[in-house]
Each structure stands twice: as C-alpha cells, then as structure tokens.
C-alpha cells in the first residue's frame, strides 16, 4: 500500500529534523504540493479545450509491419498518428505519448513467438508513463494475444468500427492530460523501483508546483530532478514526464 503524502511527509520531518536535512526542511516550511492539489486540474483547465486540440497534442505512434487500416479516416478526427512501421529499439518511440502496437507481425527481434506482445512488455518496462493500446486481428486465444493482454494498457480488434476506435482514442488521450492521473501512474511505478519516498515527495511537489504556475513550466521539475540520487530507467521516467504532451499542451492555454 502506498503511503499519503501527508503521512510520508510527517515521517519525512521527523528523520529531517534528525539528520539536519536542510533541503527537505525548506520544503516541508512551504505549502507542499501534492497530486491531490490536482483534482480539479483536468474537469477546469484541460476539457475546456476543443476536443480537437487535444487530439493534435498527443503524439500517436503505430507499430505494425503492414499499412494501419483505421489511420485515413481517423486523420479527418485530427489525431496526431504516425506510423513506425517495426522497430529494434524502445528508444524509437520515446518522443511518443500513446502507442498503438499490433500483435503479430512485430517485435520478432524481441521475441519471435510473443512478437509484438514482447514488444509490449519492454516499453512499459522502460516507458511505464506511456499508454500502450494493443491490436489485433488474431483471435484472442493465441498465447501472444494473451500475453499482449495482460501487459497492454488496453486491447483492442483490429476490426472494429472507427467510433470504437475514437472512443477509445479520446479515453486515452484524457488520461494522457489529466496531470493528477500521469503522476498517479508515475509514483506508483518509482515506488515499484525502490525509489526513496524524499525523492519521490521532491519531485511530487516540483511536478504539481510547475503544473499550476500560471503558465505551466516543467523547469522546476527538471530542477528537482537533478537534486535526486535517480539514475537509470527511474530517472528517464521523470526525463520523460518533462517532454511529454501534458506539458506543451497545458502552457499553450
């Protein structure tokens, strides 16, 4: 179970107040800011905007060796897509915020019998802040289907109708701009790495504090981040939180 921010920030003033933590002292002296300052973020400042802007904010990559059917009629809805085609690397879809992967077809360099499921599980792995939609037009008991299910963020058939593909599509792209949600996801994932809660309290308030500024401005998570000990795939996670959509898309308001 996670602890609160308040009750981590409790703990944390009383090991401050032994250890003569200067840093964390001049934190917990200021109104923290948690994810729960957030609540209201998403219903207030992002679904005001037009559906369509937040369709062209949210940068959608594709991974299948074959031409992705739906992607001519879900241009005319302005969804930001790009097909990749297959790809040898995670680091290839590191600039993308949602991922639509099929099953068959893919990820053969990573496994040659999981294939795109394998795929999957290395970028939420690596990516575990980015949304990962599977597709397919396999039946569902194949084992690679089965095992993309368990690890994808969604699954969906291949076959299915353009307003199930919006739908789901604008579901997403929601959650991809609800700052509360992408920081629910991200803590829950530096606490699975081990990451200290100090750090994780550090970058909790950076987060919030950039997100609220009048004009939004992930300079001071940046900042925060570089007063942590995160090296490795935990800092890349922060690294990027930073670049993605929920950022260029809230200080464009």
Request: overall charge negative; hydrophobic content about 40%; glycine content about 4%.
């Amino acid at each position: 179970m996670l602890e609160s921010p308040l009750y981590a920030t409790n703990r944390i003033a009383a090991t401050a107040d032994q250890e003569g933590d200067l840093e964390v002292k001049n934190l917990l002296l200021k109104p923290f800011r948690s994810s729960r300052d957030l609540e209201s973020y998403f219903a207030d400042r992002v679904a005001a905007r037009q559906i369509r802007d937040r369709r062209h904010a949210v940068r959608i990559a594709v991974i299948d060796d074959q031409p992705f059917a739906p992607q001519a009629n879900l241009n005319a809805y302005h969804y930001n897509i790009r097909p990749v085609g297959d790809i040898r690397s995670v680091d290839q879809i590191k600039d993308y915020d949602l991922i639509l992967c099929d099953i068959l077809g893919v990820g053969l360099s990573f496994n040659d019998s999981l294939q795109g499921a394998s795929l999957i599980a290395e970028i939420k792995r690596v990516y575990p802040e980015k949304w990962v939609v599977a597709y397919t037009g396999a039946t569902l008991n194949q084992s690679a289907t089965r095992e993309a299910k368990s690890v994808a963020d969604a699954l969906i058939k291949k076959d299915v109708d353009i307003k199930e593909w919006v739908d789901k599509l604008d579901n997403y792209i929601d959650l991809i701009l609800d700052p509360q949600m992408v920081w629910s996801r991200v803590r829950s994932d530096l606490v699975n790495r081990g990451v200290g809660t100090k750090d994780i309290l550090l970058l909790e308030d950076a987060f919030v504090s950039s997100i609220l500024r009048s004009r939004p401005d992930p300079a001071a998570l940046s900042d925060a981040l570089d007063r942590t000990k995160l090296s490795g795939d935990a800092r890349n996670i922060i690294t990027g939180l930073i670049s993605s959509a929920i950022y260029s898309f809230v200080s464009g308001q």
